[in-house]
């Protein structure tokens, strides 16, 4: 049975990419191997003298998998491969007047939402008897998952004594959240430091993942910006029905397609 190797999932940075177009296979990172078709790959292997060897490897990429000659190469091998480019996302939240504010946070499916509020509706044990006050980098005290650096704003408003929290806005994303963990801030480190705990229950709905929230920036070459760009605002020109707009985008893009033929 030939050994064959399944195609990279990640990159050297540990992010998750989909594979797109391979480049060099290398065994040991100083061995290149030698890229063959079926039939070639095959019959080379009939003959003493041309037989792959370690120092002289080869593979045959078939089905997204790397077939790899000899045998008796069972690991280390890399290679160098072209990654697909992100699907862009912008992100956004909706402020008090229904209005969409870009949100900036880099995008993870798996990252709670930054920003004003977006931790309130997950408030699960909301604690009566505090100061009013606006309490800012509050931490965890404990959490049921594994989860850390969660860091908050809490908003109490009310009559001191039996203030409650109105707001819980998100600073710090941290990592490793999960949604159905519960989230503790200790009592003392919000609302004057009176009163009890403060308790928050993640749900699906506070993660990237399954929000408006978080971007993922468009991944284009310099040369290919410009064009774009005024590509967008023509389209967005045909959206508001602005024929200013149109008619000024329209003209950049045809002048800029005349500049790269020329």
Do not use: C, H
Not at 89 to 117: C, E, R
Not at 190 to 202: A, E, P, Q, R
């Amino acid at each position: 049975t030939n050994p064959y190797f399944t195609l990279p999932t990640t990159d050297i940075y540990g992010d998750t990419v989909e594979f797109y177009r391979l480049g060099a296979v290398v065994y040991n990172d100083a061995t290149e191997l030698q890229r063959l078709q079926r039939m070639d790959f095959y019959n080379i292997q009939k003959s003493p003298l041309t037989k792959s060897t370690e120092s002289f490897p080869t593979y045959l990429f078939e089905n997204e998998k790397l077939f790899v000659k000899p045998d008796s190469i069972t690991s280390g091998v890399g290679v160098n491969f072209l990654r697909k480019p992100k699907d862009p996302k912008w992100g956004y939240s909706v402020g008090s007047v229904g209005q969409f504010i870009y949100d900036p946070t880099v995008y993870g499916a798996n990252l709670i939402n930054t920003g004003t509020g977006t931790l309130t509706s997950s408030i699960t044990t909301n604690p009566a008897d505090k100061n009013a006050t606006i309490s800012t980098g509050v931490t965890q005290s404990s959490t049921s998952g594994l989860g850390a650096g969660l860091t908050v704003t809490i908003t109490t408003l009310g009559v001191n004594g039996s203030a409650n929290v109105t707001n819980v806005d998100v600073i710090d994303a941290g990592t490793g959240y999960v949604s159905g963990d519960t989230v503790t801030f200790l009592g003392t480190s919000f609302g004057g430091g009176v009163g009890s705990d403060l308790v928050i229950t993640l749900t699906a709905a506070n993660f990237n993942g399954n929000s408006t929230y978080g971007s993922t920036q468009i991944e284009l070459d310099v040369s290919e910006q410009t064009e774009f760009i005024l590509r967008v605002l023509f389209y967005f020109g045909v959206i508001v029905k602005d024929p200013q707009v149109i008619q000024v985008a329209a003209s950049q893009v045809q002048r800029n397609e005349i500049n790269e033929k020329s």
